[in-house]
């Protein structure tokens, strides 16, 4: 059973239904069934490990808003700011465009536009306290449990 997979598809599905809602993009603007599939078909140990990593950010560092850090793909793709390597193999930045490249469109840089012409901001509502409410959500949905981390 590949239940950690199924956890970040679920924790990129929840985020795009948010962003549809707050501020009316098309979910497969940020995550489509392409990317989904993608998800599922990783291996269960790097799934687990990347759930892991995710889960560490969001309660340990108190990552919020739209970022590398909450993003499954860049989590899983060992993303750093520096030259951004990670990018490259990220078969979501081909899909979407990649999110840092000034010169070419991608789907981030869109989402960005749209909050600004809500007049809203990311970390608003994207908080630490809604993707812990998320996470835990999920685990429990799932049956997650702590010892499956490790």
Known sequence: MKRFNRALAQFMTIKAIRLNEVINVAEQLYFTDDDCDEILSWDRTRARQTWRRLKNNVFRRKASGINPALCTFCVYHN????????????????????????????????????????????????????????????????????????
């Open 79 to 150: 993303f750093r700011h520096f030259k951004r390597s990670a990018c490259k193999g990220c078969d979501y930045g081909k899909r979407h465009g990649l999110c840092g490249s000034k010169s070419k469109p991608n789907d981030y840089a869109t989402i960005m536009r749209a909050f600004g012409y809500a007049g809203e901001n990311p970390l608003r509502f994207f908080t630490d306290s809604y993707y812990r409410r998320l996470i835990s959500g999920i685990e429990k949905d799932l049956h997650i449990y702590w010892w499956m981390l490790w």
